[in-house]
């Protein structure tokens, strides 16, 4: 089963408005990344929350993390164009830590 | 460029048969994951390897294996085929020497498509 579960599936706005996208999960975490993947290519880190941490900031993008509700958002301010890609959370599991497991992502069209 | 290197690009065989998906790691990185990617099932990881062991396994299939090298290198065996494995296959690595919890962050190569057919 899935641990992480983004929230839309897909979203479509105007180049400059803000994009927001959820993310909930089921267990206990040590931390939660987001990533960027473009159509057909590899994903792309953005940014990686600590279970200790609220709030993350990159540029334009924001990440909050709410442990109790095992939930996060991502935050996409001034959208581009060049934003449109799928947006995927990740959690670790596992004994290790290090069983990284994806939601099924958010689609994000950016329209000029 | 993540500095993760997959061959072959594109991969297209027949049902039954079985192939050999390579990946090379960053430059120094330890750990070696293994994804598959497809519409329905989403990214699914497989397997992980560190330094040469296996660390973690997920939903891996029993006619799929993988090794990690002493070079580091990495190869995901998928062998009798069928039409359900068409899919795009990440490999991906991170540096693996964090102790734990290890918040490492992956870099994902730019995956090989296969195309059972």
């Known amino acids: 089963s899935q641990q992480g579960e983004e929230d839309p599936q897909a979203l479509s706005i105007q180049e400059g408005e803000n994009a927001t996208m959820n993310c909930s999960y089921k267990t206990s975490i040590n931390n939660l990344q987001w990533y960027r993947q473009n159509s057909g290519r590899g994903l792309v880190h953005l940014i990686l929350?600590?279970?200790?941490?609220r709030e993350k900031h990159s540029g334009r993008l924001r990440v909050t993390l709410d442990t109790s509700k095992k939930s996060s958002s991502l935050l996409i301010t001034a959208s581009r164009a060049a934003d449109t890609a799928s947006y995927f959370c990740a959690t670790d599991a596992g004994a290790y830590g290090q069983n990284f497991v994806f939601g099924p992502g958010t689609r994000l069209s950016v329209l000029p | 460029d993540s500095g993760v290197t997959q061959t072959p690009k594109h991969l297209i065989t027949a049902t039954g048969q079985r192939v050999t998906l390579r990946c090379s790691p960053r430059s120094g990185d330890l750990s070696v994951y293994w994804y598959q990617q497809s519409l329905d099932q989403g990214l699914q990881f497989l397997i992980q390897?560190?330094?040469?062991?296996?660390?973690a396994k997920g939903n891996i299939l029993e006619r799929f294996s993988a090794q990690q090298f002493p070079d580091l290198h990495s190869e995901l065996n998928l062998s009798s085929l069928e039409l359900g494995d068409s899919a795009l296959y990440f490999c991906?690595?991170?540096?693996?020497?964090?102790?734990?919890?290890?918040?490492?962050?992956?870099?994902f190569g730019s995956g090989t498509q296969l195309s059972v057919l």
């Open positions: 991906a690595s991170s540096a693996g020497d964090s102790p734990p919890p290890f918040n490492e962050k992956l870099f």
């Open positions: 390897y560190y330094n040469g062991e296996e660390r």
């Open positions: 929350i600590r279970s200790n941490e």
